[in-house]
């Protein structure tokens, strides 16, 4: 927080750093089913930010003990590659890592049809490729892109974007440089679909007002994202169509 000077998060025309007006993103692109081997994957990027998730299962967990009678557990690992970041990263699992596997999992676990695979686990690996601020809330995108790509049955698709505010103005998908510089940031994951917010997080301080109007503008986004993941699904399953 403080650091430098507030004028070079937003300039005198109101853009930010890199040029964008306060409520935009930062261009998305996504893909779906991008590794052989996985039942499901996707990777996500937004802006420069760009995470890869991959699903395994329903299967039966190697650690027998974990399974439960009723229900499959869901287990996240999120990971940041060694080389995602301008630093290296120790490749061993940080407390932050640890954290933001939980953050995620109980992001994805109220939508997800767990009661479907008795005994089961449902692997979800995300791999942060590069990193440019707002990991976890890319990486609930693309979990939520490879579950649907496993056929794993979900009440609904779940996607993730981070507010902040920097220089006094609440702005919308913030990268690493307003994260760190900024005054607040708020990642929010929600399935628009069923009206349900999975993830609610505010590092910083924010009014009661910017607080309602940021949660507003993030779920608009995240409306605009979920179209994209079932865009992004459609183009999958068109491109199967036409092999077969
Ligand atoms: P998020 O990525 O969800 O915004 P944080 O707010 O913890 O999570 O991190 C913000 C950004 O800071 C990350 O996206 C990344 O660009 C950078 N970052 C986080 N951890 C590290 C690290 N160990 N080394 C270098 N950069 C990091």
Redesign the pocket.
Known sequence: MGGKPKTMLIGEDGLRHDGRKPDEMRPIKMQVGVLANASGSAIVEYGR?RVLAAVYGPREPHQRFMVLPDRAILRVRYH?APF????R??PAP?R?EIE?SKVIREALEDVVLLSEYPRTAIDVYLE?LQ?????????VTAASLALADAGVPMKALVAGV?VGKVGGILVLD???LE??KGEA?M?VAAAPDIGLVTMFQL?GVLSEDELERGLSMALTAIENIVSMEKEALKRKFEAIGEEV
């Open positions: 930010t940041m995602s970041t301008s630093e990263k120790s940080s932050r933001l942060v990193a440019d601020g707002g990991t976890r809330v890319a990486g981070a913030v990268d690493e994260d760190s940031d990642p590092n």
